[in-house]
């Protein structure tokens, strides 16, 4: 069966209309992130030493599932608390944050990750890294997909959050591990 | 990829493990089992990557992996702790007496994802359940533990 002319003329519209909205992001990007700054101290932020971090998320397999609990600080030698960290990269519940406060675990929340950050951030990775490769990537994104785009962007906040973690956050981390939980 | 790539950067090794065997290649057509690759495994960038078998390696390998580490099943370390346990020995010790033999198989069988949504129903798991118990009767000296 033919697609109608109406259909195909949608269609024109609405690629038309997300390449604009997508470079439209793109362009004020650098704000978004920006405004995502609460307090910047003049002082080099203290870090926390830790070797071992573990990926939290939505879909993990929690520690107090319904169904399985599971709990990687089991033995406490192997694997201890005095040096692990939480890293809880998506939304999480507000039961499963209680969890891990109850269970005094080291906790990272790496999207709120840019609320406080030091000069040295800002010098160093905000202003010369981030808008660096942003205004790098303005010259030729106009005329990329949306697909390239929105991973472009989502790729520029992952390396703003993550330089974040090590730099202000914590040093000397060995391993950085997740367990992937998904039904399919 | 770009979070795993800052981690290197400070000298962070990676690792990734795998929690179920239970991917969609195994409902998919012989002739391209092979072939076969989730979305949800594209783009992976780690140093060490621990699975349950060869097959899931090779369905693994169009990432960037470091290394791989055949570890088998993941939660059959359950097995471990639940045979440490006092009621278990006990259980085992009335079983044996009651069959008048000794065990000679333990199997760990571990349950997977079924419902509505997916591509098990409940009445496959039924099947699944009856197939055990079928097994046990056959054989009585293999012990399972659900």
């Known amino acids: 069966m033919a697609i109608s002319v109406f259909s195909r003329a949608y269609r024109g519209v609405l690629t038309v209309f997300n390449h604009i909205k997508w470079f439209g992001i793109f362009l004020i990007f650098p704000v978004w992130i920006f405004s995502k700054i609460r307090r910047i101290s003049v002082k080099r932020m203290k870090r926390v030493d830790c070797q071992v971090g573990l990926r939290v998320y939505k879909t993990d397999p929690s520690f107090f599932s319904k169904q399985r609990s599971i709990d990687f600080l089991v033995d ?3 694997l201890n608390k005095g040096y692990t960290i939480f890293c809880v990269e998506t939304q999480i519940s507000d039961s499963y944050k209680e969890e891990l406060n109850k269970r005094g675990y080291k906790i990272a929340y790496i999207q709120d990750l840019l609320k406080d950050v030091d000069m040295d951030f800002v010098k160093n990775v905000l202003l010369k890294d981030f808008l660096g490769l942003w205004a790098s990537f303005l010259l030729r994104i ?5 697909v390239v785009m929105e991973s472009t962007l989502k790729n520029l906040q992952a390396y703003v959050l993550w330089k974040r973690f090590f730099i202000n956050i914590i040093w000397n981390i060995m391993l950085y591990t997740m367990i992937l939980l998904m039904s399919m | 990829m770009i979070r795993n790539m800052v981690l290197a950067q400070d000298g962070t090794k990676t690792w990734f493990y795998l929690h179920s065997r239970h991917h969609s290649d195994l409902f998919a057509p012989a002739e391209v089992k092979d072939q076969y690759c989730h979305t ?4 992976l960038l780690y140093d060490n990557l621990a699975v349950w078998s060869n097959n899931i ?3 693994m390998r169009p990432n960037r992996i470091k290394r791989f580490l055949g570890l088998g099943c993941l939660w059959s ?5 639940i ?3 006092a009621d278990f020995t006990d259980l085992r010790r009335r079983y044996e007496q009651k069959v008048k033999g000794k065990i000679r198989k333990m199997i760990g069988v571990f349950d997977t994802t079924f419902g509505d949504q997916v591509i098990l129903t409940s009445e496959d798991m039924v099947v699944f359940a009856q197939s055990i118990l079928r097994l046990l009767n056959d054989f009585p000296d293999v012990e399972v533990i659900f």
């Open chain 2, 40 to 43: 949800i495994y594209s783009f």
């Open chain 1, 76 to 78: 406490g030698m192997s």
């Open chain 2, 57 to 59: 390696e090779s369905m």
């Open chain 2, 77 to 81: 370390e359950h097995i471990k702790e």
């Open chain 2, 83 to 85: 045979e440490a346990q």
């Open chain 1, 142 to 146: 106009a005329t990329a997909p949306d």
